[in-house]
C-alpha cells in the first residue's frame, strides 16, 4: 500500500505539535512521534529475547520509533517519502472510515438526548472522540474475527456491523434489542458479528478475548482445520491497564503466541483517576515487551495512523505470529457516563484534544487529497442522520420483553431449573413461579 | 458397631478399611440389599488394591467377623453370579473421573482440559494422569497461575465453540477466579440474551482433609450456589464421580463439579458399558420409613456409618445423597418427605449460609404441610478450619453426632 507518511505526519503535525498535558517525558516523546519522518509504526519481529528498556528511553530523542526497544536491525525501514498528493487511502476506503466514525458519532449524540428524554436508564458511557479506535481496528477484521469491549461499547458494536436498530432496542430495553433486552448498555452481544461483549467489571473481558483466541489456536492445531485463522482484539482502557486479568493475559498471550490484539484506549481517565496519578509508569505501551510482545504506541485521534498499526498487527496475528500491545492515545469528549459530572478535567485539556476530532481531522484529509466533497460528506452525514433516527423509531415501536421472558436464556438446557414430579420442568411448578416470578 | 471408623487419606495409603456398603444403584444391590443391611450387617470391605498408586492397605484385623462379607472377590463373584452383563472392573474415585473425562475426551475433539499442573504432572490429585501424553498439551493445558484469568479464557473458548473444564487444584483456589465464575460464566448466556452458551465444567477438590489448614479446607459449595445460570453437582462416589463428569461435559450449561479431597482413594466396582449420571437427580441410598437423611460429598459417607449404629437401634432411615446442589431435586426429596415426615439434612458446608441452609427454606416452602418435626440440619462449624487434628475433627460433623440429632428427631 502507497504511504505517504511524510504528508501523513506533517499534517499532523500541525495538531499534535502543541503541547499535550501528560508530564514532561511523555510530552517529548509524543512531540518525537509526530515529528519523525517514518510512519507511527514501529513493529519489531517477536524475537524479543533481549529488550533492554533503557535503551528506549536512551533513543526517545532519535526518532519515534519507541514501538520496542528492539534493536534497529528489526526496525521497518524507512520508506520512500512521496509526493503529497499522494493519499494513503483509495475514496472508498476514506468514505467507509468517515461513515463508520460518523456512525459512531451520530449514534452516541443521539443515545444522550434519548437518555435526558427518559427512554434508556441505568449506567450509559459514551464514545464521543475515541471513534478512530474502533473504527480503524475493527473495519479491517474479517468475517469471523472476534471483538471484545468493555461498557464503552455501542460503537465497537456498531462498527462491527450490528446494525443501530438492535443497539438502540437493546439500550431501551426493548424485546428487538441485540441481546433481547436483557443486556443492556453494557453488555452487548452479537453471535453472528462475532462481537464476545460488554463488560461492566474492567479487565473481565480480557480473558474472555483470550479464550477466543485460544479457539484459534485449538481449531488450527487439534482440530487440523488449516484455515483456523481468526484474529481478536480486545478493547479496554488505561484504568484497566493496572489490573491483575491484564497482565495476566498478557503473559498467556505470548506464552503460546495467540492471535488477538490488546487496544488500549487510553484516554487518560478512569471516571475522575486520572492516569497518571494510579499508574507507576503511564507508558503502557512499554508493558508488552515485558511480557514478550511487541508493544506500539499510536495517535488515537488520527485513524488513518491507527488504521496502519491495525493493518500490521492484525497481519501479524494471522500468521500465527502473535499478540500486539496496541496503546491509543485518544480522548473523551463527554464524562466517564452520563451521570457524570466531568468536574475534574481541565476545560483546556478538552479544548487540546478537540481541536483533534478524529472526523474533523478525516474530513479535512479527505478534503484536502481531493478523495471527496463537501456534498458527498454532507450526503454520508444525511444518511447516518436518518439512519440513527429510524433506529430511535424502531426502538420506540418495539415492544417491552413480556415477563414470560424472565425465566428464559437463564440456562441454554432448561433442565438446569431442575426436573419435576412428571419429568416437566420445575419452572412450571407453581411453588418456584410463585411470587415475583410469576411465569 | 460394624466397621472401625472410616479413615480417609489424601494421597498415598489409607489408615484403615473403607466401606462402601452402602451401594446405590440396582446392580449393586444384588450384592447388597437395605435388608442384608438391617439383617446380617454385611458390608463390602474394600481390600488392599492390586498395584495402585495411592492404594489402600487394610489391616484384615479391623474387620469385623461372622456376618460380614469380608472380601471384594466375594461380592464380586456374587455380583457375578447374579448380573447378566459383564461384571464390571474395580477402581478409585480418582481413576473413575479421570475414565469419565478420558472417555469424554475421546468422544468429542472440543473437549479440552485446563487448570494448574493438569498437563505433564497430572494433576495434583492424578485426575488427569496421562492424559497430556494422550491427547496434547493444548488439550490438557498446563496454565500458569492465573485462576481468574484463565477461567475466564475458558468461558471465551466456550462462547466460541469448545467444552473446556477448567481444574482448580483447590476448590478454595476458584476463589481467585470467583469474578468470572460469577460474572461471566453464570450471566453471559443471559445478558447475551441467549446467543452464547458456556458448556463450561469448573471442578475441582474442597471440604475438609486431613489438617490441611483453614484456606485448604473451604467448603465454597454454597459461595456458588446463589450464583444464577450456574449447575451444581457434588460427586461421592466412583460411580457417581464418572456419570456426573460425563454428564457434566455434556451439559450445556456451565456446571461446577465439587470433588472431595479425602474422598478421592474410595474405591468401587463400576460398570464396564458406558453410562451417565443425571445431573440433576438425586441418590437414593437406602431407602426407609422413619426419617428421611439427606447429605453429599464426604458426610454421605458419615451418614452410612451413623446409620449402622441407628439400624441397630431399630431405626430405619432413608438416606438420600442429593447429589444435585444447585437445583435441588426437589421431587426425590419430597417423595421422601411425604413418606417419613422428618428430615434431617447432614452437610460439610457451613452453618450460615450453607447449603442446608438453603435447602432447609427449599423444603420448607414446599413441603410445610409434609413436616412432623422442625428440619434438623447438621453442619460445619462457623470456623475456619483449623489445623489440629482434635480442633479439625470437631469442626465437621462426625457420626456419633448425626446418631444423637436422629435420636433427638425421631424419639
Known amino acids: ?439 | 458397631m460394624g466397621l472401625s471408623s472410616i479413615a480417609y487419606d489424601l494421597g498415598s495409603g489409607l489408615n484403615g478399611p473403607m466401606s462402601i456398603s452402602h451401594l446405590s444403584s440396582p446392580r449393586q444391590q444384588l450384592a447388597f440389599s437395605a435388608k442384608s443391611c438391617t439383617g446380617s450387617r454385611a458390608c463390602i470391605t474394600v481390600r488392599a488394591a492390586d498395584g495402585n498408586s495411592g492404594s489402600m492397605r487394610a489391616p484384615p484385623s479391623t474387620v469385623r467377623a461372622s456376618k460380614l462379607v469380608t472380601n471384594a472377590v466375594a461380592v464380586k463373584s456374587e455380583t457375578a453370579s447374579i448380573a447378566a452383563t459383564k461384571s464390571g472392573h474395580e477402581l478409585l474415585l480418582f481413576e473413575a473421573l479421570r475414565e469419565g473425562l478420558e472417555e469424554e475426551m475421546e468422544r468429542d475433539p472440543r473437549v479440552c482440559v485446563l487448570g494448574e499442573d493438569v498437563g505433564h504432572y497430572g494433576g495434583s490429585y492424578k485426575v488427569t494422569k496421562g492424559l497430556a501424553e494422550k491427547f496434547g498439551d493444548l488439550r490438557v493445558l498446563d496454565t500458569p497461575i492465573a485462576e481468574n484469568s484463565f477461567t475466564g479464557m475458558a468461558v471465551g473458548a466456550a462462547m466460541t465453540g469448545l467444552r473446556p473444564i477448567v481444574e482448580g487444584m483447590n476448590m478454595g483456589f476458584l476463589l481467585l477466579a470467583y469474578n468470572q465464575i460469577s460474572n461471566n460464566c453464570g450471566m453471559l448466556h443471559y445478558t447475551s440474551g441467549g446467543q452464547f452458551t458456556i458448556p463450561v465444567v469448573i471442578r475441582g477438590p474442597g471440604g475438609v482433609g486431613r489438617q490441611l489448614g483453614a484456606e485448604h479446607s473451604q467448603r465454597l459449595e454454597s459461595y456458588f450456589q446463589s450464583v444464577p445460570g450456574l449447575q451444581m453437582v457434588a460427586c461421592s462416589t466412583p460411580y457417581n464421580a464418572k456419570g456426573l463428569m460425563k454428564a457434566a461435559i455434556r451439559s450445556e450449561n456451565p456446571v461446577i463439579l465439587c470433588e472431595h479431597v479425602l474422598l478421592y482413594n474410595l474405591k468401587e466396582r463400576i460398570p464396564d458399558e458406558e453410562y451417565v449420571c443425571c445431573l440433576e437427580r438425586a441418590e437414593l441410598v437406602r431407602p426407609g420409613k422413619d426419617v428421611t437423611i439427606l447429605t453429599y460429598s464426604r458426610m454421605r459417607h458419615h451418614v452410612l456409618q451413623a446409620a449402622k449404629s441407628l439400624i441397630n437401634k431399630g431405626y430405619d432411615p432413608e438416606i438420600i445423597d442429593i447429589i444435585s446442589l444447585k437445583p435441588f431435586d426437589l421431587h426425590t426429596i419430597g417423595n421422601s418427605i411425604k413418606k417419613t415426615h422428618k428430615v434431617l439434612i447432614v452437610e460439610e458446608c457451613m452453618r450460615t449460609g450453607g447449603i442446608g441452609a438453603s435447602l432447609r427454606a427449599s423444603i420448607m416452602d414446599n413441603f410445610w404441610d409434609y413436616l412432623d418435626a422442625p428440619i434438623m440440619c447438621l453442619s460445619s462449624q462457623d470456623v475456619p478450619t483449623p489445623y489440629a487434628g482434635t480442633l479439625e475433627e470437631a469442626t465437621v460433623v462426625q457420626p456419633p453426632q448425626i446418631v444423637k440429632a436422629i435420636k433427638q428427631l425421631c424419639g
Open chain 1, 1 to 439: 500500500m502507497a504511504s505517504c507518511a511524510a504528508s501523513q505526519t506533517s499534517f499532523l503535525l500541525q495538531r499534535s505539535a502543541s503541547s499535550s498535558y501528560a508530564p514532561a517525558s511523555s510530552s517529548l516523546f509524543l512531540a518525537a512521534r509526530s515529528s519523525s519522518p517514518l510512519p507511527s509504526l514501529h513493529l519489531s519481529s517477536a524475537s524479543t529475547a533481549s529488550f533492554p528498556l533503557r535503551a528506549a528511553e536512551g533513543r526517545k530523542g532519535e526518532c519515534g520509533s519507541m514501538a520496542c526497544a528492539a534493536s534497529s536491525t528489526e526496525l521497518v525501514v524507512e520508506k520512500p517519502v512521496e509526493t503529497r498528493e499522494q493519499p494513503v487511502i483509495t475514496k472508498e476506503e476514506g468514505l467507509m472510515l468517515f461513515e463508520d466514525m460518523v456512525l459512531g458519532r451520530s449514534f452516541e449524540d443521539m443515545c444522550a438526548q434519548m437518555y435526558y428524554r427518559g427512554k434508556m436508564f441505568g449506567f450509559v458511557h459514551l464514545y464521543n472522540g475515541q471513534e478512530a479506535v474502533s473504527t480503524g481496528f475493527i473495519k479491517y477484521l474479517k468475517e469471523g474475527d472476534y471483538v471484545c469491549s468493555t461498557y464503552r461499547d455501542h460503537v465497537h458494536a456498531l462498527s462491527k456491523g450490528v446494525s443501530a436498530r438492535a443497539v438502540m432496542s437493546e439500550l431501551f430495553g426493548k424485546a428487538t434489542g441485540v441481546c433481547r433486552g436483557q443486556g443492556g448498555s453494557m453488555h452487548m452481544f452479537s453471535k453472528e458479528h462475532g462481537l464476545l461483549g460488554g463488560f461492566a467489571f474492567i479487565g473481565e473481558g480480557i480473558p474472555v478475548a483470550l479464550g477466543a483466541a485460544f479457539k484459534t489456536k485449538y481449531e488450527k492445531e487439534v482440530l487440523k482445520n488449516d484455515k483456523a485463522d481468526a484474529v481478536t482484539v480486545a478493547f479496554f482502557g488505561d484504568g484497566t491497564c493496572n489490573n491483575g486479568q491484564f497482565f495476566e493475559c498478557l503473559n498467556m498471550a505470548a506464552l503460546w503466541k495467540l492471535p488477538i490484539i490488546f487496544v488500549v484506549e487510553n484516554n487518560l481517565w478512569a471516571i475522575g483517576m486520572s492516569h497518571y496519578r494510579s499508574t507507576s509508569d503511564p507508558e503502557i505501551w512499554k508493558k508488552g515487551p515485558a511480557f514478550g510482545m511487541p508493544g506500539v504506541h499510536v495517535d488515537g485521534m488520527d485513524v488513518l495512523k491507527v488504521r496502519e498499526v491495525a493493518l500490521e498487527s492484525i497481519a501479524r496475528a494471522r500468521r500465527g505470529e502473535g499478540p500486539t500491545l496496541v496503546e491509543c492515545e485518544t480522548y473523551r469528549f463527554r464524562g466517564h457516563s452520563l451521570a457524570d459530572p466531568d468536574e475534574l478535567r481541565k476545560p483546556a485539556e478538552k479544548a487540546h484534544y478537540a481541536a483533534r476530532d478524529p472526523i474533523v481531522a478525516l474530513k479535512n484529509y479527505l478534503l484536502e487529497h481531493k478523495l471527496a466533497d463537501e456534498a458527498e460528506l454532507k450526503s454520508i452525514q444525511k444518511k447516518i442522520d436518518d439512519l440513527v433516527e429510524d433506529a430511535v423509531d424502531f426502538a420506540d415501536a418495539s415492544p417491552l420483553p413480556p415477563r414470560s421472558q424472565l425465566l428464559e436464556n437463564v440456562f441454554a438446557d432448561p433442565k438446569g431449573f431442575g426436573i419435576g414430579p412428571d419429568g416437566k420442568y420445575r419452572c412450571e411448578d407453581p411453588s418456584f413461579t410463585a411470587g415475583t416470578a410469576q411465569v
